[in-house]
Structures are given as structure tokens and as C-alpha cells.
């Protein structure tokens, strides 16, 4: 398992802490990519090629099955169910919950969520927005059921939320 860091994510989940000086010293290259005049998109890119760097100096050979289950969420946009991912992984529910308390500080379905809901917005860039389709895209079964989750993430239905109000939500719009 690996821990970004040293540190159990779960113990910072929800909390706002006092960062230790030596992963301060060790975050600088973050500070100084933020305050870059680049682009958006620019800075994205330099951040992820430091965060592989970080995640490759401190990680083994073999990758481990919550890794590859985590990545497995990822690529499946949130889509599969748990068990299906904890099979695909060959992992027990119980051991990848394990997992993702230690490494990610989240539940694997508050994760899964999360990064469903990201490629909602994703597909919500294109116009015209067709939220049927979007939802039939996202994994969703029924309307209702993207209509009731889209709205415990946002507090709105889809089409009323505002994708060019500037709010940490849309950050990733651009």
C-alpha cells in the first residue's frame, strides 16, 4: 500500500490540519506551479506530472490490487458497481474499504460518486446539453435516479445549475 506522503488519508478527511514543515518543503514545486501565469490547462498538466513523479518515487514494482481498482474507477468513469471492481481486482469489499481509508480517506462508492459526478460535468461541456443522454452516458439507470444524484452533489437540478458560475464545482470546467 502506498501512502502519499507517509500519511494515512483518512486522518485528514473533513479536517483542515497544520501541515508538517517537512512535506511543506516537499509541496514547494506546488506553490510555485499555482502562481505560474500559464493557462489553466498548463498548470493542470504540470501538477499531474509532479503528483506521477511523487506517486513513482514512493511506490514498488507491483502497483497492488487497490491501485488497480482505484485506477479501474477511474477508467470506468464511477460506472461499475463496487463487487465488480473488487472482483476485477481480485479484492474482498472489506479489504479495498481498508484500502481506500488508509490511502484516499474516502468510502470506494463516495469515491466512485465523486468521480461520476466529474464526468457528468465533463459530458455537460458539450451543446447542445442533452441530459437524457448524459445520464444514459454517466452510467445511470433512470432519469430520476441522475436527477436525485446530480442534486445531493449541487443542491440544483442539472438544468438549472449555473456551469458558468465561478465555484469550486466548476473549476474543473475549463
Known amino acids: 500500500m502506498t501512502l502519499m506522503f507517509g500519511l494515512h488519508m483518512v486522518s485528514l478527511t473533513d479536517r ?23 493557462h489553466f490547462e498548463a498548470k ?11 506517486r513513482k518515487e514512493s511506490r514498488s514494482e507491483d502497483p497492488g490490487r487497490g491501485q488497480k481498482a482505484t485506477q479501474d474507477i477511474i477508467t470506468t468513469h464511477g460506472s461499475l458497481p463496487i463487487e465488480t471492481i473488487c472482483y476485477k481486482a481480485a479484492l474482498s469489499v472489506r479489504s479495498l474499504e481498508r484500502y481506500f481509508h488508509s490511502c484516499i480517506g474516502l468510502t470506494p462508492k463516495k469515491f466512485s ?3 461520476r459526478f466529474s464526468h457528468i460535468f465533463k459530458l455537460a461541456q458539450k451543446k447542445p446539453v442533452d441530459w437524457v443522454e448524459i445520464a444514459y ?38
Do not use: C
Request: net charge neutral; hydrophobic share 45%; aromatic share 14%.
Open 137 to 174: 452516458l454517466a452510467g445511470f439507470y433512470n432519469q430520476s435516479h441522475f436527477i436525485k444524484n446530480f442534486k445531493e452533489f449541487t443542491g440544483e437540478e442539472p438544468s438549472n445549475y449555473g456551469f458558468n458560475t465561478r465555484n469550486m464545482a466548476n473549476l474543473f470546467l475549463r
Open 44 to 54: 493542470v498538466a504540470l501538477l499531474e506530472d509532479w503528483l506521477l513523479a511523487v
Open 16 to 38: 483542515v490540519i497544520e501541515v508538517p514543515s517537512d512535506i511543506i518543503k516537499r509541496i514547494q514545486p506546488l506553490y510555485v506551479i499555482a502562481h505560474r501565469l500559464e
Open 113 to 115: 460518486r465523486i468521480i
